[in-house]
């Protein structure tokens, strides 16, 4: 493998190139998907027939600490990445650990919501306007979830491994996907609750 | 649990083909436990990563999928012969054109396309694999897995039924009660997965491991049209994942994304689904362009004529083809301007595709024409897909549409257009680059006996069927009484079919013969080839090229041997980085078969466990340090030699 000195490490080799800008590519198609998933809300979000819509269900006090949580987590990855390009592997650790704890801490309120929702009789079954909710949410919720367990393997690899080429790569990848995962939910926190409160 | 849902009932169709798909299996165990083949299964293709090797099996598993869908067109055509036949009954009928169209599409014609540009596109920009070789072989087993999943659900469960575009509330739970809607979701959900992973690694390829010197403008037009088609892909594939997600959770969870009641809407599923559909179109339409193109240029021996506009109108048509959705239903009450705006964005892709007809027939214009069986394919593709072509003009203009929409008219046009533009085309592909990989050709006598009567059949088959439609015989109708006069012109298109089927028997015979007697191959570049593939050996090593060419021209190969630029600046070899061969994408594949196995029935603790399965599989993916092998520059030079001589290695 041709280590090209020069470059960051997570950039250091072909692959590696190849693999962030593969990344981006599927980044590119995350976009579409959420898009879709937007668009199927929009039109679905005043179809709540006999159940409840967003103004009476939304609560914005979990809402804003989700969104407190998620937002500082991105800056934290953003931290983690910044120690990695100096070797601090500790530091590297630390700030990973501080990012995933808080991408926990938005599942858990998140599940809490649900379960919120679901004792007020607001179901994916209620009506269009929910089930739209539900998946929008939920797919979102699956990717930080998703993202914990791969965050979780990343830094077993980075402890066993330490920072070489291939997990400073996993690592910078990771990054790309949660500062995503942050933008996506800027969008659910404008576009469904904000205005939903309205 | 209920053992009840697993049985389909009453046909002796399909008794016949339990007894069947058992007998094969069972053939196939005997068979490699005999000549003690398992391990040269598994060590040479379920755990390959080499991008030949999968494309190899993609084609392998489409021509499959061509039998299987070729059976239900069969079956359709011959139940549809004679006014008042008793050969289907209505379930049955509905199950067999909904899996014909969705085989047809999905695992026939997009998975010989992917095989072909796995195979071709390596070596076409020079390189020495794909971008991420293992999430190829990922990208492979998804689909292979996928397809599986849908054609056990003809003896187990029962199949999908409501037509390859499932409509709602039609596709519900409530009008669709067994699990074939649900087959459909899962399965295509799998395979689609793998289709975006395709996506997303062959843009990387295409974009980052170009020969040195090889430009975007310098690129072979099959790799254009391949990196077009990944692009659409890319940006199609998630509104399917998602649509397929929704119909999912209407089915088995009760939402209410499509229902009648509740706020659900129907027609959302219409325009999800389009907005994947339409693109798909392309995503198959215009590799084959590009394969096409290729062919012209070879056998009329002169470059392409008007690669810029060739290009340029590519790109204009998937942009178009993401605007053009709500053509396909017109009659659905979407209102005068909307039906006005798509109507006019239809039309317009005819513009760009008509640049593309009069840029081959200038290729065509004074060139050396050789009628070799790709050649054939290619030539008798412009006049009929021309036909397909005018007839979907006049099917997009909205006031029009109201009399053609839902008839066998329309049926007629998309035959005229995907059958010349996909399947044509890939069996041309086939032709052209089978001496490539295998160092041999197909028989020319066979292979245009087996042309002529695709050809002439495939007309005899769906000519017919405009008149049908102008007639107003409505599409999926199972049957119909005599006072119609629909009899002659549908025995007609049964002849039509019959021939069809002789055609392409014809074409797997060739493969076994040619396989048999066809004399090995000894120059590499049997058609005298202009692009970079026909510089290697055929068949290639595993590493395709000892030498990494440099590219200066568009033709790079034609100027090599024409016009004395030379292909290779230094020819010193050094050693070459391999990935090395593993098993857990095939793992992966089953695990996800599973997965979506249980989710149809509604077993939720096995598929809980499947889906533990998938996560722990993927872990294992990334934990894995095995970053390949290299080969030395000696075993490279003794490869080499062997090549020469024309052994096989």
């Known amino acids: ?198 | 649990m209920d053992l009840d849902k697993f049985k389909v009932h009453g046909e002796p169709l399909i008794y016949g083909a339990m007894v069947s798909i058992a007998l094969a299996t069972i053939g196939i165990i005997v068979g490699l436990t005999y000549f003690k083949k398992w391990r040269y299964l598994w060590r040479e293709w379920l755990t390959t990563v080499d991008h030949k090797k999968i494309g190899v099996m993609y084609i392998l598993a489409a021509l499959l999928m061509l039998f299987r869908g070729g059976v239900d067109a069969m079956m359709m055509r011959l139940q549809t012969a004679a006014p008042e036949m008793k050969f289907l009954d209505a379930q049955h009928y509905n199950e067999v054109f909904t899996t014909h169209g969705l085989i047809m599409i999905l695992f026939m014609a997009m998975p010989f396309i992917i095989g072909l540009m796995n195979v071709i596109i390596p070596l076409q920009i020079g390189a020495r694999d794909v971008a991420f070789p293992r999430l190829n072989a990922v990208s492979f087993w998804l689909f292979f897995f996928g397809a599986m999943l849908l054609n056990i659900s003809f003896v187990i469960g029962g199949s999908p039924d409501a037509g390859w575009s499932a409509y709602f509330p039609l596709a519900s739970i409530e009008f669709s009660p067994t699990v074939g809607n649900n087959y459909y979701s899962l399965a295509l959900q799998i395979s689609g997965i793998g289709t975006l992973i395709t996506g997303v690694n062959f843009i990387v390829t295409i974009l980052k491991m170009r020969a040195p010197g090889m430009t975007l403008m310098k690129m072979p037009m099959f790799t254009w049209s391949v990196l077009i088609t990944n692009i659409i892909i890319v940006f199609a594939f998630p509104v399917l994942t998602v649509a397929l997600a929704l119909m999912m959770f209407d089915r088995l969870f009760g939402s209410q994304f499509f229902t009648m009641a509740n706020g659900g809407m129907d027609m959302l599923w219409a325009n999800l689904f389009w907005v994947w559909g339409h693109p798909e179109v392309y995503i198959v339409i215009l590799p084959a362009f590009g394969i096409y193109s290729e062919i012209i240029a070879t056998f009329s021996k002169k470059n392409l004529y008007g690669y810029t506009s060739m290009v340029f109108s590519m790109l204009i048509i998937s942009l178009l083809s993401f605007l053009v959705w709500a053509h396909h239903f017109y009659t659905m009450g979407q209102g005068a301007m909307v039906n006005s705006f798509f109507s006019i964005t239809t039309m317009a892709i005819a513009v760009p595709t008509g640049v593309k007809i009069f840029n081959w027939l200038f290729t065509l214009r004074k060139g050396r024409i050789s009628f070799t069986t790709p050649m054939l394919y290619t030539l008798a593709f412009i006049p009929i897909f021309t036909i397909g072509g005018v007839t979907g003009v006049m099917l997009a203009m909205a006031s029009a549409d109201y009399q053609y929409h839902n008839t066998m008219f329309l049926v007629a046009h998309f035959h005229y257009v995907l059958i010349p533009g996909a399947v044509f085309a890939v069996i041309a592909g086939f032709y052209y680059w089978f001496p490539k990989v295998f160092g041999f050709r197909l028989n020319e006598r066979l292979g245009k006996h087996s042309f002529w009567w695709i050809v002439i059949s495939f007309n005899v088959t769906f000519f017919p069927l405009f008149f049908l439609g102008l007639m107003g015989m409505t599409r999926r109708m199972y049957t119909y009484s005599e006072e119609t006069g629909f009899g002659p012109l549908n025995m007609l298109s049964f002849v039509g079919a019959v021939g069809l089927a002789i055609g392409f028997v014809l074409l797997v015979y060739n493969i076994y013969w040619s396989t048999r007697y066809m004399p090995r191959d000894e120059t590499n570049d049997p058609w005298d080839g202009r692009t970079l593939e026909w510089a290697t050996h055929s068949p290639m090593p595993v590493y395709n090229f000892a030498i990494v060419p440099k590219v200066k021209t568009r033709d790079a190969l034609w100027s090599a041997k024409h016009e004395n630029i030379p292909l290779y600046d230094d020819k010193t070899i050094t050693k070459i980085h391999m990935p090395s061969n593993t098993g857990k994408p095939f793992i992966l594949g089953v695990i996800f078969f599973f997965l979506g196995f249980f989710l149809v029935f509604s077993m939720w603790i096995p598929a809980i466990v499947s889906g533990i399965g998938v996560i722990i599989m993927l872990a294992f993916m990334s934990f894995d340090q095995d970053s390949g092998y290299y080969i030395s520059v000696d075993e490279v030079k003794a490869t080499e030699k062997k090549l020469m001589r024309g052994e096989t290695v």
Do not use: C
Request: charge should be negative.
């Open chain 1, 1 to 198: 493998m041709k280590i090209d000195a020069s470059k960051p490490l997570e950039y250091s080799t072909e692959e590696n190139s190849n693999k962030i800008f593969g990344f981006w590519v599927f980044l590119g198609a995350e976009i579409p998907l959420f898009a879709t998933l937007f668009t199927v809300y929009f039109v679905m979000v005043n179809r709540y027939a006999s159940g409840p819509s967003g103004s009476e269900l939304f609560e914005i006090g979990p809402v804003l600490m989700e969104t407190f949580l998620l937002l500082t987590s991105s800056f934290t990855i953003g931290l983690a990445v910044h120690a990695m390009r100096h070797g601090y592997k500790k530091a590297m650790m630390v700030f990973m650990a501080i990012t995933l704890l808080m991408g926990l801490a938005f599942v858990g309120i998140e599940i809490d919501e649900f379960f919120t929702y679901v004792h007020e009789g607001a179901t994916l079954q209620t009506s269009g306007f929910l089930s739209s909710l539900f998946v929008l949410l939920g797919t979102h919720g699956l990717h930080v979830s998703f993202g914990l367990l791969w965050g979780i393997g990343i830094m077993i690899q980075l402890w066993k491994r330490g920072i070489t080429p291939a997990t400073a790569n996993k690592t910078f990848i990771f990054s790309l996907f949660w500062h995503f995962l942050d933008v996506v939910w800027i969008f659910i926190f404008s576009f469904v609750y904000l205005k939903g409160l309205m």
